[in-house]
């Protein structure tokens, strides 16, 4: 610690330099991504109480055993429940400490899922009896769908809840090792109930997948109950990362609970046993997964924006070549290739914050339409949930990646941030559907809705544009130079054509096939490259409309016109041979595209700095040496380095066992030679 220690930790901002050449009002564009004055206010109080309370630090995350790891998740959740209770916070200020806390735990699930799905699928009665509960967490639940042998395939599932009208019970059994609940999350250790997701068996008959409440630990001294059997699965990938969360796996060796646990608004078990389902859509039964993957949506914009955060201003620290003549070296932020990389990121996490903002109105939207007994937009909702979830998880979690090895080889070390970030997000790629999964819903709905449109019905909302397929299938692009393609019009025209061929020429083909769900197997690959354009048309679609918007703040619409051009061309050039595949563009074109994407660079770099501080990121929230508000990054590696348990003592425990004798050539005897 020499040296550094004498100079201490100085104020200061080597970033100074680039915040004042920042073209725009900073504050304003905080207050537009935080989604308004009262939410920035909000998160900047619940921030600053979560980064100022000891309780909640977690620089030692990623070198704790994961006994350590989980135990202090444990005391985590319960000082935010004990601070939530005292300071009588919101159930928004709730949201935002859980989110500031940056640590998953069983309340994710217990909140997020178990008590989401109670609303959605107890009747009154029921909810009125086990919410109360919920809500005070007397009891903890868990979300127990996955097993083993199934996840994705929900009406695969083989745990039976059998109807025994003689006791009014269900008996919940497993049968096989393959129905054995795997991964809910608070299952393993913490939850007291879990919401079982299993085949309901009544008078013989097999009614297929439905939900029931089971008590799987004792409320006095939390053992598992007689014939249940509960643990966690094991360590997962990376360190601290998901590792703080207990995925379960539970076992029902004919455990008998009481009929009214079942979740009966959609379907119910009478007395005599008789099935009865309700005029509502079987599907809303999975209306906790369409909750969290809009949930999931709207937060992707936030992890991928810590790790622009990170490269950004590490990319305006770090310097190398160029140092001649007494100047001072290149920042690596302004090579073109870090440029190429970096920048398009920076602007996928404005649109997906953009998105992420639509996506809840669009699911405030559904949820009232669903309680007038409107169900008429659920398939498009079940789609853009499903689809954008798939490509904003996906776009986010190869973003943190990137990010990383935009930092050169600090980026791996966990001091960055980067390597936890990257593994506590890249499930999200899986859990809640996997990302293929959802992209062949998406990809059925989209064929659905062609079929709808030759038999004249005028397809809504993110789907209007295939009413208009006959142009878009026809059209050809106008542009013909470069700046042609800051027109929204032209940018917008180019993706709808783009998404509406690609879907028409999946529909031929299948259409064509003697065996449509064959055809549909075969064309798999495709229809996943369809739902993409499909959904990145989405995020473009809003991105421009926003961009068109007036904002206050000065320069803020412009930063967002830029940042909306970038974000499209550089999509569009990634994905360029599928505008030129399904000829909609030249190669001219394209060209021209690139060409102007550079000239888009040149107008971030000199906000670059100011757009990633205006995600008001805290440094603790960050939790990375190299994205350090003050750009400090040399000091707090250098002092990290020596907080590790390694440096604890100057010579290494195991030196005098191993290390010596190899050194003293003992390991072979005194007279051994090599
Ligand atoms: C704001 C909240 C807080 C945010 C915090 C976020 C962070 C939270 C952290 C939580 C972390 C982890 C939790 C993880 C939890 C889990 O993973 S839970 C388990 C999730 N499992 C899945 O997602 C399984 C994926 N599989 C499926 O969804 C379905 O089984 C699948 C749709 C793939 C199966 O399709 P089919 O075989 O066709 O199935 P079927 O059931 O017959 O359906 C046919 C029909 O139904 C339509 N459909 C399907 N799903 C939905 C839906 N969700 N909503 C509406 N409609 C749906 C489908 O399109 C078909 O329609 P059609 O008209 O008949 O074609
Ligand atoms: C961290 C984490 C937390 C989780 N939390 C929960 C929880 O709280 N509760 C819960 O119930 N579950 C939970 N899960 C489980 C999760 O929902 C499932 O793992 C997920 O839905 C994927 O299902 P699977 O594991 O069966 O994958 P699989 O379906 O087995 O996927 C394996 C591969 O096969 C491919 N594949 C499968 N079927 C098809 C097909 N028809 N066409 C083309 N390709 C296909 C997939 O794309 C994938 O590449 C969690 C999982 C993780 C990782």
């Known amino acids: 610690m020499e040296g550094i220690e004498e100079r201490g930790v100085k104020e200061v901002d080597y970033l100074a330099e680039e915040r004042a050449g920042a073209q725009f009002h900073v504050h304003s564009m905080k207050i537009f991504l935080a989604g308004g004055q009262h939410e920035y206010e909000v998160s900047t109080r619940i921030a600053n109480l979560v980064a100022n309370d000891p309780v909640f630090a977690k620089e030692d995350r990623a070198r704790i055993s994961r006994k350590e790891l989980y135990k202090n998740s444990l005391k985590k959740a319960g000082h935010a429940w004990k601070i939530i209770l005292e300071k009588g916070l919101t159930e928004e200020e709730s949201m935002r400490m859980r989110a500031f806390i940056d640590e998953p735990n069983y309340t994710d699930l217990h909140w997020g899922m178990f008590i989401t799905a109670l609303k959605g699928q107890a009747t009154e009665e029921q909810q009125h009896k086990w919410l109360r509960q919920a809500y005070k967490l007397a ?174 201003r590490y990319s305006a620290v770090r310097r190398q070549f160029g140092g001649k003549d007494d100047k001072a070296e290149v920042q690596v932020i302004d090579y073109r290739t870090q440029q190429h990389r970096l920048f398009p990121l920076l602007a996928t996490a404005y649109a997906y914050r953009i998105v992420g903002f639509w996506m809840k109105w669009l699911y405030a939207d559904v949820t009232e339409r669903l309680n007038n007994n409107d169900f008429s937009n659920l398939p498009e909702v079940h789609a853009c949930t499903a689809g954008l979830k798939s490509i904003t998880t996906s776009v986010t979690a190869d973003g943190i990646e990137q990010c990383r090895k935009l930092c050169g080889g600090h980026g791996y070390l966990c001091a960055s941030g980067l390597p936890e970030l990257y593994a506590a997000y890249v499930p999200a790629c899986t859990y809640e559907g996997d990302n293929t999964i959802l992209l062949l819903q998406v990809a059925r709905f989209l064929l659905k809705t062609l079929t709808q449109v030759a038999s004249g019905t005028k397809p809504v909302g993110t789907a209007a544009y ?195 004798p190899v050194l003293t050539q003992q390991l072979w005897g005194p007279t051994s030679k090599l």
């Not at 064509?512 to 354009?533: G, H, I, K, T, Y």
Request: with cysteine; aromatic share 8%.
């Open 139 to 312: 009891i903890i639940g868990c979300y127990a769908q996955t097993e083993l042998g199934h996840g994705s395939n929900v009406q695969g599932l083989e745990t039976t809840a059998t109807f025994d009208p003689s006791t009014d019970e269900f008996v919940l059994n497993s049968p096989t090792l393959t129905s054995t609940k795997w991964w809910p999350g608070g299952l393993g250790k913490a939850s007291t109930h879990a919401l079982v997701y299993a085949r309901l068996i009544t008078d013989s008959q097999d009614y297929g997948v439905h939900a029931f409440i089971a008590q799987i630990r004792s409320l006095d001294d939390h053992i598992p109950l007689p014939n249940v059997t509960v643990g966690d699965i094991g360590v997962k990938f990376g360190n601290g990362g998901y590792n703080s969360m207990d995925n379960g796996l539970l076992r029902f060796d004919h455990v008998r609970i009481p009929r009214e646990n079942m979740l009966m608004k959609l379907a119910r078990v009478t007395e005599q046993g008789k099935y009865e389902r309700s005029n509502k859509p079987r599907q809303l039964g999975y209306g906790a997964m369409v909750y969290i993957r809009q949930g999931i949506v709207a937060e992707a914009s936030v992890y991928l924006s810590r790790a622009v955060t990170i490269a950004v």
């Open 466 to 660: 295939l009413g208009n397929v006959q142009h878009l299938t026809s059209v050809n692009c106008e542009v013909s130079q470069g700046k042609d393609w800051l027109n929204p019009s032209v940018l917008l025209e180019a993706f709808e054509a783009r998404s509406a061929r690609m879907a028409v020429a999946c529909a031929m083909h299948v259409a064509e096939a003697p065996d449509s769900e064959l055809a549909f197997e075969e064309l798999s690959p495709e229809l996943v490259e369809a739902a993409r354009a499909h959904c990145q048309l989405i995020v473009v679609s809003k991105f421009i409309e926003q961009a068109q918007k007036d904002l206050p703040g000065e320069g803020v619409k412009q930063q967002l016109e830029v940042l909306c051009n970038l974000y499209a061309l550089s999509l569009l050039t990634t994905h360029s041979s599928d505008f030129l595949a399904t000829g909609y563009l030249t190669g001219t074109q394209v060209s021209h595209a690139k060409d102007q994407q550079k000239a888009l660079f040149s107008c971030v770099r000199p906000n670059a700095v100011a757009l990633v501080d205006a995600f008001d990121h805290t440094d603790h929230y960050l939790g990375s040496a190299l994205g350090r508000y003050d750009g400090d990054v040399y000091t707090h590696l250098y002092k990290g380095a020596w907080k590790d348990p390694l440096n604890e003592s100057v010579v290494t425990e195991g030196y005098h066992e191993y290390l010596r």
